[in-house]
């Protein structure tokens, strides 16, 4: 079982930027590949970023690539998704997850193939 603890987030204006993290108590958590999500009011989860197990691979939305950049430390079992320029479209409950992919670099974009979930962290981003 792996705990993913979400922290960062909240209000920010346009133009602005934010760093959400997403840290597990478990060393198996460097074994995981990691996406981010998030969910708008009344919308759909959608796919973010994710990053390999090794930190080697990354994939992003259309959305979100050059703006947003998702790194990890697996010495701190931490992932972490810097978002910048920030657009007020961006507002949504992020969260982080993780899928056992050790030895390979696959990422998911669909939120069945993850594992485990963070508790999920607002980011609100005003006009």
């Known amino acids: 079982q792996v705990q993913l603890v979400q922290s960062g987030g909240g209000l920010v204006q346009a133009g602005g930027s934010l760093r959400l993290s997403c840290a597990a108590s478990?060393?198996?958590?460097?074994?995981?590949?990691v996406g981010w999500f998030r969910q708008a009011p009344g919308k759909e989860r959608e796919f973010v970023g994710a990053?390999?197990?090794?930190?080697?691979?990354?994939d992003y939305a259309d959305s979100v690539t050059v703006r947003f950049t998702i790194s990890r430390d697996n010495s701190k079992n931490t992932v972490y998704l810097q978002m910048n320029s920030l657009k007020p479209e961006d507002t949504a409950v992020y969260y982080c997850?993780?899928?056992?992919?050790?030895?390979?670099?696959?990422?998911?974009?669909?939120?069945?193939?993850?594992?485990?979930w963070g508790q999920g962290t607002k980011v609100t981003v005003s006009s």
């Open positions: 997850a993780a899928d056992r992919t050790t030895g390979t670099e696959r990422l998911s974009l669909v939120c069945a193939e993850y594992e485990y």
């Open positions: 478990e060393r198996a958590f460097r074994f995981y590949a």
């Open positions: 990053i390999s197990w090794s930190g080697g691979r990354t």
